[in-house]
């Protein structure tokens, strides 16, 4: 990748620093298309990515990436001719059709009661019968970006490391949740065990045989992102070559110095006596939820829409994790045991502080009293369930139930206030359309 791509992420500060090289989901990967007349000279190819303003040092280009071949075909990566909103009535998400990321993304949707009722086994599309209105088409994960970007579909779930491939800057792209907690893995740079010598980037850099007839070598399914990479790093004299799979085998049969894949745990690289190196971790990705600026702007009801998919989203995903501890704590009054409980520490005030309710305690004529025990509740993370008993038995707690959470709703989700932000709108606007 070659430029900056102004991507408007939707998210929170989710920075990462990998040594030299920095990237997060609102500075997402980007390229300026490479033509089949890169594989000429270097010379040539550079000639060819004029527009890129590369850094150059003492007149001579910083950066010497070149791609020589791609099985993915970087010529079809040009712009892409958008439909016109008016071209269709229908709204439309896509979602990946096969694999790990297409499982995931059904149990995310049916976890957020939003399950895809799929009338045919060998039919593409789809629909969510709780989301009247919304078509569903199974998509590469990779045609789920492009037609996103061609204004085929309006939003859809893809793992981020496609977005930061195909994306390559457009601006109509527009990140609406930035972490739906699958798919994780990271994209890294890896080489031969055998180089004892070489455990960084600046070491790898730092080699002299590198040099205009005798590039490092890198393969790749993610040219963009990797030429990107190395340009910023200011690495010299790289040449990417791509492929789609079988990446771990080009360096044991001399076709590459190293690889530039994504990495799970790192059993694949290891058995194929490949490894890490620090400064080499170029992004990480797991799956996101994106969606045309434009449709979002101009499409009737897609705002609403996607409202909605935030709502369920960070509701079920807030909610992991988390469950709810229930007790009888004695008591004059409410205020002494809210009392206790905040002098029990943080992890007894819940969300926004515990949830305190009189117990009406049953007598033998049949009425009830008050006042003796009150009913506390406190939200708590299930890593301390047992911590969180011990402590409501120290202020006088008894009969503790514990129940894990569904879901945790908020008054509005963090993240549509941001996407209208994003978008240049006012979310007061829109308050009428979800408080029917």
């Given amino acids: 990748s070659t430029q900056q791509l102004p991507l408007r992420a939707v998210t929170v500060d989710r920075t990462v620093d990998y040594h030299h090289h920095r990237i997060t989901p609102s500075t997402m990967l980007a390229s300026a298309p490479i033509s089949s007349a890169a594989r000429q000279s270097y010379a040539g190819a550079r000639a060819l990515e004029a527009g890129r303003r590369p850094a150059r040092a003492n007149g001579a280009f910083r950066a010497r990436t070149m791609i020589t071949a791609s099985i993915r075909s970087t010529d079809g990566q040009k712009q892409a001719f958008r439909k016109p909103i008016e071209s269709r009535n229908s709204i439309r998400m896509g979602i990946p059709s096969k694999g790990r990321m297409a499982e995931d993304t059904q149990a995310l949707l049916s976890a957020c009661q939003l399950p895809v009722k799929k009338l045919n086994p060998r039919q593409y599309a789809a629909e969510i019968p709780s989301v009247p209105g919304m078509e569903i088409w199974f998509q590469r994960a990779t045609d789920v970006v492009r037609k996103i970007l061609s204004g085929d579909i309006d939003v859809g779930i893809v793992g981020y490391d496609m977005l930061a491939e195909i994306g390559y800057g457009d601006d109509d792209l527009v990140i609406v949740h930035d972490a739906l907690g699958f798919g994780g893995c990271h994209l890294a740079v890896a080489i031969p065990q055998a180089w004892d010598e070489i455990n960084s980037m600046r070491e790898l850099m730092a080699l002299p045989k590198w040099g205009p007839a005798r590039p490092l070598r890198v393969v790749t399914a993610y040219p963009n992102v990797a030429e990107k990479f190395f340009n910023d790093i200011g690495f010299e004299h790289v040449e990417i070559s791509t492929a789609d799979g079988a990446l771990e085998a080009a360096p044991a049969m001399g076709a590459a110095d190293c690889i530039l894949d994504l990495v799970s745990s790192g059993t694949t690289l290891r058995e194929n006596n490949l490894k890490e190196i620090e400064g080499g971790r170029v992004l990480d990705s797991q799956g996101v939820l994106v969606a045309s600026r434009e449709a979002l702007l101009k499409r009737e009801g897609l705002l609403e829409i996607v409202h909605e ?20 704590v004695r008591g004059s009054s409410p ?19 515990p949830t305190i309710a009189p117990v009406y305690t049953p007598q033998a004529d049949g009425s009830s009293i008050t006042g003796s025990f009150y009913a506390v509740s406190v939200t708590v993370p299930k890593s301390r369930i047992y911590e969180t008993v011990k402590q409501m038995r120290t202020i006088g707690g008894s009969g503790v139930l514990t129940f894990p959470l569904t879901y945790v709703f908020d008054e509005e989700p963090p993240r549509w206030n941001a996407l209208m932000t994003t978008l240049g709108l006012n979310a007061k606007d829109y308050e009428h359309l979800f408080r029917q």
């Fill in 309 to 328: 998919l935030l709502e369920r989203l960070e509701a079920h995903l807030r909610a992991q994790g988390l469950f709810m501890v229930t007790a009888n």
């Fill in 335 to 353: 205020e002494e045991v809210a009392k206790k409980l905040n002098s029990a520490g943080p992890l007894m005030r819940g969300l926004q502080g």
